[in-house]
């Protein structure tokens, strides 16, 4: 859903909406999925930020997240084994995802963005497992955590890499790429 001209309507889906939800279930442990966008650009070399970090969001997306998260830690913040804060960092799979979205610009031929130079990914059947244990980490006040991979990928070395690795049959022999051979 496209949320240009449309930022109070998304503001309401993830902070109003989710506060209707705590409130309803509020005797429950809640995982409330967030993004490592809230925290501040740190240097490469810092290796990305500890839970410990103040949140300082850039832009509408970012700051829409971290208000679920207080809307939350203000509702369920006194209620013992309650919340944790999921903060998810560039979730790929084969069908979606950072890495998948600069394939396709190489493919395409297309320029790519190298304002934001490198990026934290986890594939999404990772993140899925790490969200379900979550669940037997909830606290009062709101435990934070971080998820994302082991490892920082710059945005300048995976499509270099990514061409000298993709190999384009000559030839295929499915019946349904007939025209194609």
């Not at 560039?90 to 790519?112: F, H, P, R």
Request: charged share 20%; hydrophobic share 40%; glycine share 8%.
């Amino acid at each position: 859903m496209e949320t240009t001209g449309q930022e109070s309507f998304t503001w309401a889906m993830n902070t109003y909406l989710p506060g209707r939800v705590a409130e309803k279930y509020r005797n429950s442990r809640i995982v409330v999925f967030s993004t490592g966008n809230v925290y501040p650009l740190t240097p490469v070399a810092m290796g990305g930020v500890s839970e410990e970090e103040s949140v300082a969001p850039l832009g509408e997306y970012a700051s829409i997240l971290s208000g679920a998260g207080t809307h939350f830690s203000i509702l369920l913040g006194k209620i013992p084994d309650s919340l944790l804060i999921y903060r998810l960092n560039y979730a790929n799979d084969v069908s979606y995802g950072v890495l998948l979205e600069i394939a396709k610009s190489v493919k395409e031929g297309k320029t790519i963005d190298l304002n934001m130079g490198h990026v934290n990914v986890i594939w999404q059947g990772d993140a899925n497992e790490i969200a379900l244990r979550a669940w037997q980490h909830c606290q009062a006040p709101a435990k934070v955590l971080n998820v994302t991979g082991p490892e920082t990928v710059s945005v300048r070395w995976w499509p270099n890499n990514l061409v000298k690795y993709w190999v384009r049959p000559r030839h295929s022999f499915m019946k349904n790429n007939r025209r194609r051979c």
